[in-house]
C-alpha cells in the first residue's frame, strides 16, 4: 500500500489486491475467501506477476468451453512471466 499524488494534486492510496481482499476479510466484507476473479487472455498477456498466471491456469482447466480454455493456455504460453512448472503442463 502506497501514497500516491495524482495531477491534480489530491493524495490517494495505491494497494494490491490481496491487501484490499484482506481488508474485506478483516472487515467482513467478504467471507474466508476472497471472491474469485475471472481471468481473460488480455489480462494474462499483460499480468507480471506468477501468482496471478498461476490462478488464471487454475482458472482455465476448470472451464468446459474449450475455445476459451485454448484462448487461456495460448496466452499463458505468450506470457514470459509464466512459470516453467505451468508451461510444462499446458505443452
Known amino acids: ?14 494497494m494490491s489486491k490481496s491487501e484490499w481482499a484482506n ?5 467482513g466484507w467478504l467471507g474466508k475467501t476472497a471472491q474469485s476473479v475471472v481471468y481473460t487472455p488480455e489480462m494474462i ?3 507480471n506477476s506468477p ?13 468446459t468451453d474449450e475455445m476459451y480454455r485454448n484462448a487461456m493456455f495460448n496466452a499463458l504460453k505468450n506470457n514470459p512471466n509464466t512459470p516453467s512448472d505451468i508451461l510444462q503442463k499446458i505443452r
Open 1 to 14: 500500500m502506497k501514497l500516491v499524488k495524482n495531477a491534480s494534486g489530491k493524495t490517494t492510496i495505491k
Open 23 to 27: 481488508i474485506g476479510k478483516k472487515a
Open 45 to 47: 498477456r499483460s499480468s
Open 51 to 63: 501468482e496471478s498466471l498461476a490462478e488464471a491456469y487454475q482458472d482455465a482447466i476448470g472451464q
